[in-house]
C-alpha cells in the first residue's frame, strides 16, 4: 500500500485506517487490477474507487444508475475538496459543455456518467482523448438478469473491456447471491478480476417481521414507540398505497412524504430533496425510490407489503443505518402479498423460466418471514456466508416463537383445499373451517363438507397462519389462473396420510424492542448532553441550508456524536475526530469549535 492512499484516506476523507478489504481492494486497482466487489451497504465501497482515482493520474470515470445518487457523492467529495463533477439529463447545454471542457483539459478527479450516456459514440469519443484513471461500476448487479434492479442500460458496458483494455476496472454492489455474482463477472468481462466478497452482515441492523392486522396501525405504534422524529423510509407495492399511506400518516401527525413513478417528475424531485435536506422525514415509497439515496442516517426502513426476493428485502433495508449507528429494519406481511406477487408474475409477459425463478425467490421470501430461527443466519445463509451461533439481535433470536403441534390442523386446511376443488382461496377456506355459512358459502353447498366448522375452536388469524406457514413449506402451491386459490402440491401427501407430523410457529404478539437487547433503534444521546446535540445540528443545519446542501454532506450524525463526546478545544484536536479530513476541518472547524465552548 502506497503512503499517498493513506495519506488520502487521513488528510481527505478524515479516516485513521482502512476497514476490512478496503485496502486489498485499492492496492489492486492502484497497481492496475480489476477488481468485482461485494459489500454491504455503509460498508465503504465508495472510497474502494475514489481512493485510487487521486492516486492515479487522469480522471476516474464512475458509472452510477440514478442521478440522485451521482449528485450526492458529487456533492459530498466537492465538500472534501476533491475535483469531481456529473453529467446527467439534468443539467443545461451550457454545464454539460463546461463539465466536458474540464474533462478534456484535465481537471477533474471523478466524473460520474449514467450507463446509457457513458456507451454513446460521442462520449466514448471524449474519452478517447483524456487519461483515464479508472473505470467503477457502481450496482453492478444491475447488470444481470438475475440481478433484483436488472436494467438493460448497463449491458452495453462490456465495451469498457474492448474499448479501454489498459485501464482498470472495478465493479460494485452490495446484493448478489452466487448466481448473480456469476452473471456480473460474465457481462463485463471481470472473469479474471479478483473477487473480494465482505461479510453480508449488517450488525447495527435489528430485523423484526411480523404479520399483518391492521397494518397502518401496526406501522404507526412502531413509529412512535422507537422513531418519534427519525427519518425512515416506508416500502408499498403499489403506487395507490403509497398515496394512501403517506396520507394516513401525515393525517396521525406523522410527517410523511409520497414517492412513486406516477407522480410528475417535479413532485418526485420536490419531495426526495425534502427527504434528503429535513430532518425527520419519512418517505413512503415503491421500490422506485432508494437505490440512489446516499442518506446515512436512515434510523428506519419499514415494509407494508412483501418484498419480491430476499435480495430486494437485503438492499432495501440497508438503506437503513448506513452510518453504523443502530436502525430498525421492521415488516408486516400477509398471504394476500404471496398471492398478489405470483399473480403479478403469472400476468406478465416473461418467460416461464424466469416466472419459475421468480416464484422461488418469493417462496424464499417467505420462509424467511415464517422461520423460527434466528433471521440473521437465514439472510446471511442465502448469500452464501454461514453465522456459527444465533445473532441475538433480532425478534425470533430476542423473544422465541413457540411452536406447536399442528399436524390435525394442518390436514384439516389441506383437505378443505382439496374437498372445495381446489378453486378459492384463504378468506373463504377460513369461513368453511370456521363453520362460517356465508351465502357464498351455502350457495356453492360447502355448509355440507365433512370439513364444515371443523376448525371453529382455531381462530381466524390463527387458519391464515397455517395456510402461510404451509405455502412457506410448499405444501400448498398457488393456482397461476385462479385468482388466489390454492392448490395441493405432491409433497403434501404423507402428511395427508398420516405418514408424517407437523410442528408450526405459533403466531404472538410481539413486545420485544431492540431497546431490550442493549441495541437502542434511536440515538442514544444522554440527557446532559441533549442540548449540545441538538446545538451541533443546528449549526450543521444552518451550514447546510447556506449552501444548499443535504446536512450529512457536511457531517455525518456519526462525527457529530464523536465531536460531542472528544468535546475539541482547538482545530488541533478536531483534527482526530473521525470524518473530519483537511478540507471540511477548514472549511467547518471553527464553526463547531465555537459550539462546543459556547455548550463546554
Known amino acids: 500500500m502506497t503512503d499517498s492512499a493513506r495519506d488520502i484516506l487521513q488528510h481527505v476523507f478524515g479516516y485513521d485506517a482502512f476497514r476490512g478489504p478496503q485496502e486489498a481492494i485499492v492496492r489492486t486497482l492502484i497497481n492496475g487490477g480489476d477488481a468485482l466487489v461485494l459489500m454491504p451497504t455503509g460498508g465503504g465501497k465508495s472510497l474502494c474507487y475514489q481512493i485510487p482515482a487521486l492516486v492515479r493520474p487522469g480522471t476516474a470515470v464512475v458509472i452510477s444508475p440514478l442521478i440522485a445518487l451521482m449528485q450526492d457523492q458529487v456533492a459530498a467529495l466537492i465538500q472534501s475538496g476533491v475535483r469531481a463533477a456529473y453529467l446527467s439529463s439534468t443539467l443545461g447545454l451550457q454545464e454539460s459543455q463546461a463539465i466536458e471542457s474540464q474533462l478534456l483539459d484535465g481537471r477533474l478527479d471523478l466524473l460520474y456518467v449514467a450507463p446509457e450516456r457513458l456507451v454513446t459514440s460521442r462520449m466514448l469519443d471524449k474519452l478517447s482523448r483524456v487519461q483515464i484513471a479508472l473505470f467503477a461500476i457502481d450496482e453492478a448487479h444491475c447488470v444481470s438478469h438475475w440481478g433484483h434492479d436488472f436494467r438493460s442500460d448497463y449491458l452495453g458496458l462490456s465495451i469498457l473491456k474492448q474499448q479501454f483494455p489498459q485501464v482498470p476496472r472495478i465493479a460494485l454492489t452490495a446484493t448478489a447471491d452466487p448466481r448473480t455474482r456469476a452473471d456480473i463477472a460474465q457481462r463485463l468481462g471481470l472473469e479474471e478480476a479478483e473477487t473480494f466478497i465482505s461479510s453480508f452482515d449488517r450488525p447495527n441492523i435489528f430485523y423484526r417481521i411480523v404479520p399483518k392486522q391492521k397494518s397502518l396501525d401496526q406501522l404507526e405504534a412502531f413509529i412512535r414507540r422507537e422513531h418519534s422524529g427519525d427519518a425512515g423510509i416506508v416500502y408499498c407495492l403499489s403506487r395507490n398505497k403509497v398515496e394512501k399511506t403517506a396520507a394516513s400518516l401525515n393525517e396521525r401527525g406523522i410527517r410523511a412524504l409520497p414517492y412513486h413513478a406516477g407522480l410528475a417528475p417535479a413532485v418526485r424531485e420536490e419531495n426526495q430533496t425534502r427527504f434528503l435536506r429535513e430532518e425527520g422525514v419519512i418517505m413512503v415509497a415503491t421500490i422506485a425510490f432508494g437505490m440512489g439515496i446516499n442518506k446515512p442516517n436512515v434510523r428506519f426502513v419499514a415494509h407494508l407489503d412483501l418484498p419480491k426476493s430476499i435480495e430486494a428485502y437485503y438492499q432495501e433495508t440497508g438503506r437503513a443505518g448506513r452510518d453504523g449507528l443502530a436502525a430498525n429494519a421492521w415488516m408486516a406481511y400477509g398471504l394476500a402479498d404471496v398471492i398478489k406477487l405470483k399473480s403479478m408474475l403469472d400476468q406478465s409477459d416473461a418467460d416461464e423460466s424466469f416466472k419459475r425463478e421468480e416464484k422461488r425467490k418469493v417462496d424464499t421470501m417467505l420462509a424467511l418471514c415464517e422461520t423460527t430461527s434466528c433471521r440473521r443466519q437465514l439472510l446471511l445463509g442465502h448469500f452464501g456466508e454461514r453465522m456459527a451461533e444465533p445473532c441475538g439481535h433480532c425478534d425470533n433470536c430476542v423473544e422465541p416463537v413457540p411452536g406447536w403441534e399442528a399436524t390435525e390442523p394442518a390436514r384439516l386446511a389441506l383437505s378443505a383445499v382439496y374437498r372445495t376443488g381446489s378453486r378459492y382461496g384463504v378468506e373463504y377456506l377460513v369461513d368453511v373451517l370456521r363453520g362460517e355459512a356465508s351465502e357464498r358459502v351455502k350457495a356453492n353447498g360447502h355448509d355440507t363438507l365433512a370439513v364444515f366448522g371443523m376448525g371453529r375452536d382455531i381462530a381466524d388469524k390463527d387458519w391464515r397462519s397455517v395456510f402461510r406457514q404451509l405455502l412457506a413449506r410448499g405444501l400448498l402451491q398457488t393456482d397461476p389462473e385462479g385468482f ?86 482547538s482545530l488541533h484536536e478536531m483534527r482526530h475526530v473521525g470524518g473530519i479530513g483537511d478540507s471540511k476541518l477548514e472549511r467547518y472547524g471553527d464553526a463547531f469549535l465555537e459550539v462546543v465552548n459556547e455548550y463546554a
Open 484 to 569: 388466489g386459490a390454492l392448490l395441493l402440491d405432491e409433497s403434501c401427501r404423507p402428511l395427508l396420510r398420516g405418514e408424517t407430523t407437523l410442528m408450526l410457529r405459533r403466531e404472538q404478539a410481539k413486545t420485544v424492542t431492540p431497546r431490550k437487547t442493549g441495541g437502542k433503534p434511536a440515538l442514544d444521546i444522554a440527557a446532559e448532553d441533549r442540548v449540545l446535540w441538538e446545538a451541533l445540528r443546528a449549526r450543521r443545519r444552518q451550514l447546510a441550508q447556506e449552501q444548499g446542501v443535504p446536512p450529512y454532506v457536511i457531517f455525518h450524525d456519526s462525527t457529530l456524536l464523536a465531536i460531542m463526546t472528544a468535546r475539541p478545544r
